[in-house]
């Protein structure tokens, strides 16, 4: 008769799970969000950027946290497609912005759709 030696517990693992109040490890990205609120970047962007011009708009903000308003900035004119992955962020982007809105469903009128004639 052999006698088996219990196999030790695992640790329990957490998957992530956010919606069950699991908030560690977290990831760089996740580290980043929680560094500032997005509501307080809306504001800057009224109450500072607005005033003092595209130079004074933080990396942090342009690169990160504009983007969760769906605010990214345009390529400059000139530089094609193929050589965006070589040229760096700064040589890329203008001081002119793109600004992204979705449309669940894509439920829109064709005057709702029509671009302005201004």
Do not use: C
Request: proline share 5%; charged share 30%.
């Amino acid at each position: 008769m052999t006698t088996t030696t219990p196999r030790p517990a695992r640790p329990a693992q957490t998957h992530g799970q956010w919606a069950l109040g699991d908030r560690t490890p977290l990831n760089g990205n996740e580290r980043f969000k929680q560094e500032d609120d997005a509501l307080n970047v809306r504001a800057r962007i009224e109450q500072v950027y607005s005033r003092d011009g595209f130079a004074s708009i933080s990396s942090d903000d342009l690169r990160g946290r504009f983007r969760w308003w769906g605010l990214y900035t345009q390529r400059r004119p000139g530089i094609d497609g193929g050589r965006t992955a070589s040229s760096s962020r700064t040589r890329l982007e203008d001081e002119f912005f793109m600004l992204r809105v979705r449309v669940d469903g894509g439920a829109l009128t064709t005057e709702q759709r029509a671009p302005s004639g201004g």
